[in-house]
């Protein structure tokens, strides 16, 4: 099993930062991935970036260039930094994981609550 915690979401304006944590913690030697996710209100939810055990990255195009993948493998921990945010950012965002044999998701946090005011 493996136990995902998310911290560091906030209140914050249009255009400012915030950086997302999630330090995993459990089994972690079979994991392929971790990504971050999010839900808006009345929205499904959606896949915004994730980093692979190699340190390939991908991100969902309404963030490319806003925010950043990344990850210290020593602290286990997995981090989304979020620039130039926008109100449409705002959502609950959760960090997940999955197993080399997995082709979903299989772990999740319990999320972590971002607010982009206009």
């Known amino acids: 099993q493996v136990r995902l915690v998310e911290s560091g979401g906030g209140l914050v304006q249009a255009g400012g930062s915030l950086r997302l944590s999630c330090v995993a913690s459990g089994r972690l030697f079979n994991l392929d991935a971790m990504g971050w996710h999010r839900r808006a209100p009345g929205k499904q939810r959606e896949l915004v970036a994730q980093i692979t055990t190699s340190g390939r990255t991908n991100y969902r195009d309404s963030v490319k260039d806003r925010f950043t993948i990344s990850r210290n493998s020593a602290k286990n921990t997995v981090y989304l930094q979020m620039n130039r945010l926008k109100p449409e950012d705002t959502a609950v965002y959760y960090c997940?994981?999955?197993?080399?044999?997995?082709?979903?998701?299989?772990?999740w946090g319990q999320g972590t609550q971002v607010t982009v005011s206009s």
């Open positions: 997940a994981a999955k197993d080399l044999d997995s082709r979903a998701y299989d772990y």
